[in-house]
């Protein structure tokens, strides 16, 4: 198992940026595949980005492309997301996961997350 636990979200304006850590612990960090995914109130989870065990390939949504920056440091069990040029509509509790699956494509869908961290709120002012 491993467990998961966000930091790094708060209240931001609009053009503004924020970096989200996430920091794993128990079982080893470079056995799974890792994910940000993000739930606006009254909507569904959604996917924002997913990275290999290694840290080599990356995977977002066309929206999130260029804005968001996934990484991690597996020296230190983190991941990251970098969020740039924020708008109000990406005002949400961001979430990470983590998932044994290393199909990238398939790392989209939150099915394939048995564990998920705490969440943690960004909130952007327009």
């Known amino acids: 198992q491993v467990q998961l636990v966000e930091s790094g979200g708060g209240l931001v304006q609009a053009g503004g940026s924020l970096r989200l850590s996430c920091a794993a612990s128990?079982?080893?960090?470079?056995?799974?595949?890792m994910a940000w995914f993000r739930q606006a109130p009254g909507k569904e989870r959604e996917f924002v980005a997913a990275?290999?065990?290694?840290?080599?390939?990356?995977y977002s949504t066309n929206s999130m492309k260029g804005r968001f920056v996934i990484s991690r440091d597996n020296a230190k069990n983190t991941v990251y997301l970098q969020m740039n040029s924020l708008e109000p509509e990406d005002t949400a509790v961001y979430y990470c996961?983590?998932?044994?699956?290393?199909?990238?494509?398939?790392?989209?869908?939150?099915?394939?997350?048995?564990?998920w961290g705490q969440g943690t709120q960004v909130t952007v002012s327009s």
């Open positions: 990275l290999s065990r290694s840290g080599s390939t990356s």
């Open positions: 996961a983590a998932s044994s699956v290393v199909t990238v494509t398939l790392l989209k869908y939150p099915t394939n997350y048995p564990y």
């Open positions: 128990g079982r080893s960090f470079t056995s799974y595949s």
